[in-house]
């Protein structure tokens, strides 16, 4: 999950996927958090431009999807009919779906940070059983009849404009909200602050509707359940069209939704990260749930589905290799750090070689981050451009989500190492000298 260090990490949720395993803490494998009274805050143009142009930047790679012989529906002749009431009400509906999932009597309640009043939040994690039932709705409706799998696919970007809209209605109350909550509950952005960086960054920490814990309720529920729909959308979409999903495509959903049910199955994970212990909810992060990460998440999905790509069993065989090699750094290398992390002392952890420091905390120093300094850093960006792969390399569009991931990840190592340096001094420098790769073993 992404951490505050500064103004770029701020809500990174926009530009990618949820992680549990990007705080300093975790990724130096003992606890780097601080109690940051000022949180870091944008510059006003990249708030200005990132809130007004994210939408059609993400409309227009929708658009490089279809087929040259198709017009573009962005700048062409369609333009005009951008906006759809139906779209919304599908949008809607799965909010209050969403919503009304949310309260099901399945999973369990975990406690997250405690408040300003000592008392710690209750979350509902239950989020596999909403997945699950969501699932079983989706299907039950195109099994009857009722829905067509084209219906994300055949409005697609007038569902965008409605996320936008309602993604800009939920902000404003959030925001209206904010006006009457005491200080201690408000993030502080210090003398920097300013009304587009607080709707934008947004006020409050931890906003919530009733039961509901609205940063969880989006992150979650909205932005990751809500890609697998639209990935299973687009694959009902396919099976319409042609009886058969093409295994590319298949591929590509079925990489898709192991990721999204393994963030699902470890939800709990998350809730001491940054994001949601200090970060606020703005207009940036609630749009990056509804419109950027379903959308541009899933785009080698709506590339495959409108532009077809024949996959051989000797190009098949690697891909899945490459994919299961990298969730399986992911998994287990998280895994091992957050197992460390809980027990150090655990007889398992036994054999691993690690490196004390002046905090009184272990570095540590082998298995897989003896491997690598961020070896689940790595899983990721293979599995990524894994799911990528089935595309060809007729068009660079497709690949957008593994450049992207590989950016913003060696971005946020490079941040978080510096932090960890300056938590751990020359404990840090003897771990970089004994793994002295980043990312890429013996490479960089």
């Given amino acids: ?123 509902n994690i239950n989020s596999l059983h909403a997945f699950v039932v969501t699932l079983v709705i989706l299907g039950g409706l195109w099994c009857a009849g009722v829905i067509q799998g084209s219906l994300v696919s055949s409005r697609i ?102 990721y999204i049910l393994d963030f699902l199955i470890d939800e709990v994970s998350v809730l001491p990260t940054k994001e949601y212990t200090e970060d606020g909810i703005g207009f940036i992060m609630i749009h990056g749930e509804y419109m950027w990460i379903p959308f541009f998440n899933s785009l080698p999905a709506y590339y495959l589905l409108n532009q077809p790509s024949s996959l051989s069993l000797h190009a098949t065989v690697p891909t899945c290799l490459l ?29 691993l070689k690690t490196i004390p420091t002046p905090t009184g905390q272990k570095l540590l120093a082998s298995g897989w981050f003896g491997w690598v300094r961020h070896p689940n850093y790595l899983g990721d960006i293979v599995l990524t451009l894994a799911w990528c792969l089935p595309c060809g390399f007729s068009s660079l569009v497709p690949y957008l989500p593994a450049l992207h991931c590989f950016s913003l990840l060696r971005r946020r190592a490079a941040e978080i190492e510096e932090e960890c340096h300056l938590k751990y001094g020359g404990a840090w420098e003897e771990y970089c000298r004994r793994v002295p790769h980043k990312l890429i073993p013996h490479v960089y």
């Fill in 323 to 351: 994919f299961g090699f990298g969730f399986l750094v992911y998994y287990l290398s998280n895994d091992q750090k957050d197992g460390f992390k809980r027990s150090p002392d655990d007889h398992a952890y036994a054999h």
């Fill in 157 to 258: 970007l007038q569902i965008v404009n409605a996320c936008t809209a309602l993604s800009l209605v939920i902000s404003v109350g959030l925001h209206l909200r904010s006006l009457c909550i005491p200080p201690e509950e408000l993030v502080d952005y210090g003398d920097k602050s300013n009304f587009l960086q607080e709707f934008a960054l947004g006020r409050e920490a931890n906003p919530r509707l009733g039961q509901i814990d609205l940063k969880q309720f989006a992150m979650v529920r909205i932005g990751f359940i809500g890609w697998a729909v639209v990935d299973l959308s687009y694959l009902l979409a396919d099976i319409e069209r042609k009886e058969m999903p093409s295994l590319s495509l298949l591929l590509v959903v079925t990489f898709q939704l192991i």
């Fill in 1 to 123: 999950m992404e951490q505050q260090l500064n103004s770029s990490q701020m809500n990174e949720t926009v530009v990618h996927r949820k992680r549990k395993d990007d705080s300093p803490e975790e990724v130096g494998n003992g606890n780097t958090s601080s109690d940051r009274k000022v949180h870091c805050v944008w510059s006003n143009i990249h708030v200005a431009l990132v809130c007004l142009l994210l939408s059609g930047f993400v409309m227009w790679l929708l658009d490089k999807c279809l087929p040259p012989s198709e017009p573009w529906r962005l700048f062409g002749s369609e333009a005009e009919g951008l906006w759809d009431w139906g779209a919304l009400g599908i949008v809607v509906a799965f909010t209050a779906l969403q919503g009304a999932l949310y309260h099901i009597p399945f999973g369990k309640v975990a406690e997250g940070k405690a408040v300003h009043n000592g008392k710690p939040l209750q979350y």
